[in-house]
């Protein structure tokens, strides 16, 4: 598995466990939505439990509202975010 795969993997699980969602990781679709109509279904609560976990877990602060629609659009866009923070791209 890449690293790149292996990091979506691991994002992915990280949404399960700290949202508590009710799907497994290997359902949710690298380019699927998080937010939104036809999207994964998650909220503003969501939104902040999840940029504490992602500077917690990887470092990344999310410094503005613009920046976190646009990193938390989706996996990948978390992934390339997070790559691009820990200078794995």
């Known amino acids: 598995m890449s690293n790149s795969a292996e990091l979506k993997l691991d994002i992915k ?27 994964l279904g998650l909220d503003s609560v969501d939104a902040l439990q999840l940029v504490v976990a992602l500077e ?4 990344l602060k999310i410094p503005d509202a613009a920046q976190a629609r646009t990193i938390l659009h989706s996996v990948n866009s978390i992934a390339a975010a997070v790559a691009q923070a820990s200078g794995r791209n």
């Open 56 to 59: 917690k877990n990887y470092g």
């Open 13 to 39: 699980r990280m949404l399960v466990d700290n949202l508590m969602l009710k799907i497994g990781a290997e359902e949710i679709g690298d380019d699927q939505a998080l937010f939104g109509p036809g999207s």
